[in-house]
């Protein structure tokens, strides 16, 4: 077994501490990389919490890791001693469904093992995440990253960027279409990047009036401030789509008046508390509610390839692992700038 150090929260009411574990040994079709960065996303903070669910503790967050190989099982192909590395949201999945064999390893049938907070395909292990020195992954769910990347702001690809890029690419958002990025904190400043990069007219709309010059370094067309009526009154039946980050309760009937006819509103963003949607809402215009998690291990790729073709990294700071609930408290008030990483070398 291989002992690991962590940072772990115990139960839902004790603060992250370091721990340590044993990871499995490198199996025939494992690859182990020491992780040098992990992003903070907002779904570390809801699970160590209970927002959705409860949680298998010990939990070792983190979905957005990044590093080096160390080790690798004899049927290892494409992965050798040194090379770089990353993982996402998801370490396995049955492999034999029909969404896995569509690429669509996210939407598996038979229950996909998320990275923490799951459990290994034998529906018994539980998974510890990338707030942590070291992890073994199969082949099939480790990415690979280019050279010369800025490694620390790639991570927060591994989620952030493909639960953006995913719907962006699956309702073919591009030229001529006005997007909104509901709520501008980690994944939304990367929807903005991938709209921009994707040739939409790009809106954000935010809580925050003072991210406005943010939002427009970031690319952003335009800026509306959703606590503002007047603003809020303009911006009606203008847009093609929103991608909703949101993730606490929010008003989902005022902002599909947001929408032209036809308009689709696509949740990513997963709020604790379920919403309430008045169907007229829906029918005047013929609107369409949507929703979509994370990405397949293919579209990972791809996008991770797509982001280095075309120079799109996250807005990070970086930080030390101690002050993990600083950013917490950080990311609970929306003051995230884009995206908290944390250096492992603080560990
Ligand atoms: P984040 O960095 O904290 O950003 C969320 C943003 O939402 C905030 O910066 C804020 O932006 C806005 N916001 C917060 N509270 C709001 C409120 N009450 N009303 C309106 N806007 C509000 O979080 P994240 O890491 O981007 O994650 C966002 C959500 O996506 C979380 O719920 C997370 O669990 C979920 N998620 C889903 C998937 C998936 O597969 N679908 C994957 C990853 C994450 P402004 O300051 O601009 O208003
Ligand atoms: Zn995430
Ligand atoms: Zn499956």
Redesign the pocket.
């Known amino acids: 077994m291989i002992e690991t150090k962590a940072y772990a929260a115990q139960d839902e009411n004790t603060p992250l501490a370091p721990w340590t574990f044993e990871r499995r040994e490198v199996g025939p079709n494992d690859v182990q990389f020491d992780i040098l960065y992990c992003g903070v996303?907002?779904?570390d903070l809801?699970q160590i919490k209970n927002d959705w669910f409860p949680g298998i503790f010990p939990m070792v967050p983190g979905h957005e890791i990044v590093g080096r190989v160390v080790k690798v099982g004899e049927n290892v192909k494409g992965f050798k001693v040194g090379d770089l590395a990353a993982t996402g949201c998801m370490v396995d999945s049955c492999r034999v469904c029909e969404n896995c064999k569509r690429d669509l390893e996210q939407y598996c049938l038979n229950g996909s093992s998320q990275t923490y907070n799951g459990l290994e395909q034998d529906h018994k292990t539980p998974t510890y995440g990338g707030y942590s020195n070291t992890i073994v992954v199969n082949q099939d769910f480790v990415l690979h990253l280019k050279e010369g990347v800025d490694l620390a702001a790639v991570a927060p690809l591994l989620?952030?960027g493909i639960?953006t890029y995913s719907p962006l690419r699956h309702w073919k958002v591009g030229k001529g279409h006005k997007l909104a990025v509901l709520?501008?904190?980690?994944?939304?400043h990367m929807a903005v990047k991938f709209g921009v990069a994707f040739g939409a007219d790009v809106t954000v709309l935010?809580?925050?009036p003072k991210?406005e010059e943010d939002a427009k370094k970031l690319g952003a067309h335009h800026f509306v401030v959703t606590t503002d009526p007047k603003q809020v009154e303009a911006a009606k039946n203008t847009f093609d789509f929103i991608l909703d980050?949101?993730?606490?309760?929010?008003d989902f009937n005022m902002y599909l008046s947001l929408l032209r006819t036809d308009g689709v509103h696509i949740c990513?963003?997963?709020?604790p508390k379920p919403a309430q949607i008045a169907a007229f809402s829906l029918l005047g215009g013929r609107k369409s509610l949507a929703g979509?998690?994370?990405g397949g291990i293919k579209e990972t790729q791809e996008m991770l390839d797509f982001c280095a073709e075309n120079n799109i990294v996250s807005d990070i700071e970086m930080i030390d692992i101690k002050d993990i609930h600083t950013a917490y408290d950080r990311?609970e008030k929306?003051d995230?700038r884009y995206r908290f990483v944390i250096d492992m070398a603080t560990l």
């Open positions: 996303c907002h779904s809801h989620c952030a639960t709520g501008l904190g980690g994944l939304g935010s809580t925050s991210k980050t949101v993730s606490a309760e929010h990513v963003g997963v709020p979509s998690g994370i990311m929306g995230v």
